[in-house]
């Protein structure tokens, strides 16, 4: 598998609004996780400013169910998240594990303390990882 993690990865601007208001927010979840599609594509982006120990396992469940509904391209657009810590790396590698040999999983967007977590744990060498859903996206079309 593939990464694109370039040296001068930044902080990488908000989602223009057209995009921004096609996802739809989740009900019924303490934890806000918006997503929508982009052609055969499910775009997930998670809201919380941290992937922890208390959010993780929100998302894992809600990547899960998507899984189990048969997608098998999936966007984690984590632009909005400041901080990650072991669980939610676990979350990321459940996702990753649950797609097996689809291997339809990218991650878009992440900050400057996400991207350190990656290179520190090395886990960019397992992941895709983009600068934005839109790249993601046609890399997971192509």
Known sequence: MSSVLSSNFSKVPGTDS?????????????????????????VV???????????APEVKRRIGDWIRNGHRRLVLDVSDVEYIDSSGLHTLVFALKQLGSYQGLAISGPRDAVVNMFKLTRLYKIFNIYSDSEEAIAALSS
Do not use: C, P, Q, V
Request: charged letters at 40%; glycine letters at 2%; hydrophobic letters at 35%.
């Open 18 to 42: 057209a995009a921004r208001d096609s996802f739809r927010e989740e009900k019924n979840s303490d934890m806000k996780i918006r997503h929508r599609m982009e052609g055969s594509t499910l």
């Open 45 to 55: 982006k998670i809201l919380a400013a941290r992937l922890d120990a208390e959010s």
